[in-house]
């Protein structure tokens, strides 16, 4: 009786563990996307993606549309885990680097210097604060 008493509160302690690791690991308070934010980000998608620009990632230039499909994902991603709250997180988080292999991204424009992806999206994203300011 008395190991069939240990084992069952040994079980006990284990679910308990398991159920406050959960929660811990669960967000708290998970960021949420403004409808501006939403807004500005697939804009500046769409710019990428009607681009000739050209978009290195992991040692391969991809189209413009390529590169605008695997940043949606990331994207998509990020969102689901509230891991961003607005358009310069989203450069930084998903449009600066490779999550995988941390090589930075590239964009390439005809007749411009290569240049890292993230001055590129925020050049970008001004000028679409811009439109919208007027």
Not at 7 to 30: F, Y
Not at 57 to 83: C, I, P, T
Request: net charge neutral.
């Amino acid at each position: 009786m008395a190991t069939r008493t240990v084992l069952v509160e040994g079980i006990v302690c284990r679910l308990i563990g398991l159920v406050l690791l959960l929660l811990a690991a669960a967000p708290a308070d998970a960021a949420e996307l403004s409808s501006s934010a939403q807004t500005e980000i697939d804009a500046l998608l769409n710019r990428l993606g009607a681009s000739k620009c050209q978009f290195y990632r992991n040692g391969s230039w991809h189209s413009g549309s390529q590169a605008r499909d695997h940043l949606q994902m990331k994207f998509d991603y990020l969102v689901e885990k509230g891991l961003i709250t607005d358009s310069e997180e989203f450069i930084e988080k998903a449009g600066t680097e490779s999550s995988l292999s941390g090589q930075p991204y590239k964009v390439r424009c005809p007749n411009q210097e290569d240049q890292p992806s993230a001055v590129w999206l925020g050049s970008e994203l001004r000028k679409i604060r811009q439109k919208d300011s007027k």
